[in-house]
């Protein structure tokens, strides 16, 4: 069978992966868990998001006469632990049986589904006709809206992901919950300084932030981030912090770019992700606040691209744009803008800074001698007709560069893990 579970939480605490941490640990004796359990990032751009739009599934072998204590528990579970006083928070759960694992349609729908649940947006009513029409055992809480998350995760249980990554969250013990974390910072750089690039995203080293650690106050003491299972182990083992409750070891699409689609500018949609290539219209301009805007243009329209102030460094790389050079851009659309994860310099524009030219004998510049007249020295009287054109030397090499770790979305692919000779990773 399989369990999928989302929308349980609140800013104010609780995390669906706690709960589902939790769930594991109740369902010993009723089966086995096979493999990892799944915490697959959904599209960033939803509204109802409570932080990084995460939906949990796990698959268990029930003991033989188990199922329906299994799903008892899971409901039990997500009614007791919910925060189901935020208007925000509705749950959902759902199971799939070994039966319907086996149906192919099924499976093809619910794939499809988890794709759009992770690059488009969803109604209620579009998981509740796939549950009706395979006659999912299911439970929505309040409006349901978990159940779309719910569908979603159980899909990469069932149908496996193009690409994926690991995480090991380590959850605080229950009496520590709300208060601040204990974790000792230089062991964080020291695990990432071993680690890496096996593991990632653990430091910001530009910004000297630990980023492993959220800030809210969720069970979640800190996440390690990584490629492979045993560096993640490593990295673990040489935190010191306060007491850990429990963990667990995450299958992730976190880290992969799952969620961009491969767009052209006229027909860019709201809240979806993609990459567009074009050229740079005219210079970056930076706004009060730092944020940076520029324009990028494709034979068929235009689009505003901006880097945010908490993409920091990432901005000056940015700020070195210049009219006419062609790029490659990652991010999300909203309010018509593209928000910048990723851009890639393809090529460099050859400008050219056009002056007068320079009298040969006194080096300095000449002055225009009339319309259509070109150029004279007023001190030595030496003329030239042509103006001088010298190229911008430009600071910025062509290449991939990023946000930095402390601005990344969670299912960004961090450039650590791109084989492209070209990528610049941010640290
Ligand atoms: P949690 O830890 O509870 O999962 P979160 O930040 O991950 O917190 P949720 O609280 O789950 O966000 O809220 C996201 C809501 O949006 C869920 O109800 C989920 O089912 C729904 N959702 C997720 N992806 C989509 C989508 N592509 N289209 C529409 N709704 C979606």
């Not at 070994?98 to 794709?115: I, T």
């Not at 309010?335 to 524009?349: M, R």
Request: charged letters at 25%; one cysteine or more; hydrophobic letters at 35%.
């Amino acid at each position: 069978m399989i369990i999928g579970i989302d929308d349980t939480d609140s800013v104010d605490g609780m995390c669906t992966t706690y709960l589902t941490a939790v769930l594991i640990e109740q369902l010993r004796g009723m089966g086995t868990i096979k493999g990892m359990p799944y915490l697959i990032r959904l599209n960033p751009n939803i509204k109802y998001k409570t932080r990084g739009n995460a939906a949990l599934s796990l698959k268990i072998d029930a003991n033989p006469g188990s199922q329906q204590r299994i799903m008892d528990t899971a409901v039990s579970l997500v009614d007791e632990m919910a925060d189901v006083k935020y208007e925000n928070t509705n749950p959902g759960i759902v199971f799939l049986s070994d039966e319907v694992m086996q149906d192919r349609e099924f499976k093809h729908v619910l794939e499809a589904f988890m794709w759009r649940a992770i690059r488009d947006v969803l109604t209620i009513e579009d998981a509740r006709i796939i549950i009706d029409r395979f006659d999912l055992a299911h439970q929505g809480f309040k409006n349901g809206r978990g159940l779309i998350g719910a569908l979603a995760a159980s899909g990469a249980a069932i149908c496996g992901l193009p690409d994926h990554t690991y995480e090991m969250i380590a959850y605080r013990k229950p009496e520590n919950f709300g208060t601040s974390r204990v974790i000792d910072h230089d062991s964080v750089f020291k695990a990432d300084k071993i680690t890496y690039p096996n593991t990632w995203d653990t430091v910001d080293i530009a910004n000297n932030t630990v980023v492993f650690a959220p800030h809210s106050p969720d069970p979640v003491l800190f996440g390690i981030r990584g490629d492979n299972t045993q560096s993640i182990q490593q990295a673990f083992n040489m935190i010191e912090s306060e007491k850990i409750g429990r963990t667990i070891l995450y299958m992730t699409n976190q880290g992969t770019d799952l969620h961009l689609l491969d767009g052209h500018i006229c027909d860019i949609i709201e809240h979806r992700s993609y990459y567009l290539t074009g050229v740079v219209l005219e210079h970056p301009r930076t706004i009060e606040g730092g944020h940076t805007f520029f324009t990028l243009a494709e034979k068929a329209g235009t689009i505003e691209c901006s880097a945010f102030e908490p993409t920091k460094d990432f901005r000056q790389v940015v700020r070195q744009l210049m009219p006419g050079d062609r790029v490659k851009v990652y991010g999300s659309v909203q309010n018509g803008t593209l928000n910048l994860e990723k851009i890639d310099i393809i090529e460099l524009s050859n400008q050219d800074i056009v002056q007068n030219p320079l009298c040969p004998s006194c080096g300095r510049r000449m002055k225009s001698a009339g319309h259509s007249q070109g150029f004279r020295c007023r001190r030595c009287g030496t003329s030239d007709r042509e103006v001088s054109r010298n190229p911008v030397r430009r600071s910025i090499t062509p290449g991939i560069y990023e946000v930095p770790p402390c601005a990344r979305r969670h299912i960004s692919l961090p450039l650590v893990r791109s084989s492209d000779p070209r990528a610049f990773p941010s640290r």
